[in-house]
């Protein structure tokens, strides 16, 4: 009995000694990740905290934050606009749960203009350099943009989408891939006609396209001034998206170039038109705005994006 006590402890002690967790804290070119492993031999097993910063002359600036269990992600994670600057800087984008490593439950989008603060704490090794640093933030407001379910990773069941003023403009089931209401339209006859839309409404919209835009590359292509343009598409009965074609206008052809591959990635984005009850095709048009001022030494760019319904 005592032999089988004893070669059971050697076990636990032999496993032991090949599992136990460490704080890694990797820096690259100004991000800096701090996690913890569980090293097995050659392995290296992410398994509790995670965080990843930016840490440069700006100060800190997060990017996300949560757990791993086992190498998956656990829990409740959030993730920050990459905004260096500014009351945009330390913004929640997103939050939500993940179980082994898919979306699950509740999450929400966030508008990147909510103002945080942020508070640091620096431990010290015994050669005095930075080992790891402690963040903390105060979340003072942030307007939520979007709430929902996820299902393994999928959007499900019915979300709220919100303007910025929160007020709720549009809720769109994913699970039935159906619109149950939208500010701008109204329901007849038990039926919600509506033309083609972008899923959440005119401000989604503008964020979309906003954040997909290439702006480090396309900026010197803003001419000083106002200018826009005006982008037709048809949106088919099953959500494909053919035959865009830009109008006459003086924004450069690198970024209507641009926009007409971004329209093209974006078919999950919108809802097929409803005539009657019945799906059909329809076209639409994206106005697309550009302003470019100079106050004194700085130069303020303007971009909009907005649909227009004829």
């Not at 790891?132 to 709430?147: D, G, H, L, T």
């Not at 924004?251 to 990635?265: D, M, P, R, T, Y």
């Not at 076209?283 to 227009?308: A, G, M, P, S, Y």
Request: net charge positive; charged share 30%; with cysteine.
């Amino acid at each position: 009995m005592k032999t089988g006590l004893f070669i059971f402890l050697l076990i636990i002690i032999h496993n032991n000694a090949f599992s136990q967790k460490e704080l890694v804290v990797s820096h690259s070119k100004g991000i800096v990740e701090e996690y913890e492993v569980i090293k097995n031999g050659k392995n290296e097993i992410k398994d509790g905290s995670y965080i990843k910063y930016r840490n440069n002359v700006f100060g800190l600036q997060l990017l996300k934050s949560g757990s791993f269990r086992e190498d998956f992600k656990t829990g409740h994670w959030k993730y920050y606009f990459e905004v260096g600057f500014g009351k945009a800087k330390n913004t929640l984008k997103e939050e939500g749960t993940y179980v082994f490593g898919k979306k699950q439950g509740v999450w929400r989008t966030y508008y990147p203009d909510s103002a945080n603060d942020i508070v640091e704490k620096r431990n010290f090794t015994s050669k005095n350099k930075i080992d790891s640093i402690e963040i903390k933030v105060q979340n003072n407001f942030s307007k939520i943009r979007s709430q929902g379910l996820y299902l393994n990773s999928k959007k499900s069941s019915i979300w709220n989408y919100f303007n910025n003023e929160g007020e709720l403009v549009q809720q769109y089931d994913h699970s039935k891939d159906s619109l149950i209401m939208d500010i701008n339209f109204k329901i007849k006859d038990e039926v919600l006609d509506h033309p083609a839309l972008f899923i959440g409404g005119d401000e989604q919209l503008n964020f979309y396209f906003l954040t997909g835009f290439n702006f480090g590359y396309l900026k010197d292509k803003i001419k000083i001034g106002k200018a826009s343009v005006v982008i037709t598409f048809k949106v088919t009965e099953d959500r494909k998206i053919k035959t865009i074609v830009s109008e006459e206008s003086n924004v450069s052809k690198a970024i209507i170039k641009s926009l007409i591959k971004q329209i093209s990635e974006s078919e999950k984005q919108w809802l097929a038109a409803v005539k009657n009850g019945h799906r059909s095709n329809d076209q639409v048009w994206l106005k697309c705005t550009f302003d470019r001022v100079k106050e004194d030494n700085l130069t303020k760019f303007l971009i909009h994006f907005k649909q227009i319904h004829k």
